[in-house]
């Protein structure tokens, strides 16, 4: 996929024209692993609380069942640490794609030998950071 970033960039005439600049790469995938991880945990947990409320009896009797949702929680928990690292990932590429450096060095305007080019403020990422640490 390519992502598209709208920017102002001058073009050295009296105007900044907006330009389009095409990010190379797909950062989408480990987001999508991890919401669709959570929503299958979502809909597990909601089955599990009908199981051990509405049947009890049923749940209490079996011996297979609780070992069952034990082995199918640890499964849950194992991919729950699998996708939070791929979503780590996925940041930080994100954040090397969008480093103002990467940014500047794709702009053909600032590839001329005399043309000097610098990043106005870095982005911020502290909430990004946060939400995979959480």
């Not at 996708?83 to 053909?108: C, E, F, H, N, Q």
């Amino acid at each position: 996929r390519l992502y598209q970033i709208p920017f102002e960039m001058p073009d050295c005439g009296e105007e900044p024209e907006t330009h389009t600049l095409h990010l190379v790469g797909d950062f989408s995938a480990p987001a999508e692993f991890f919401v669709t991880l959570g929503v299958f945990s979502f809909l597990y947990a909601m089955a599990a609380l009908v199981l051990y409320l509405r049947f009890h009896s049923i749940y209490g009797e079996n011996k297979k069942l609780p070992f069952v949702d034990f082995c199918v929680t640890v499964c849950f928990a194992f991919f729950w640490l699998v996708a939070a690292a791929a979503w780590g990932k996925g940041l930080t590429d994100v954040k090397a794609a969008t480093r103002p450096a990467s940014l500047i060095a794709a702009m053909g305007v600032c590839q001329g030998q005399e043309v000097v080019c610098n990043a106005g403020a870095t982005p911020a990422m502290g909430l990004a950071n946060i939400s995979v640490v959480r």
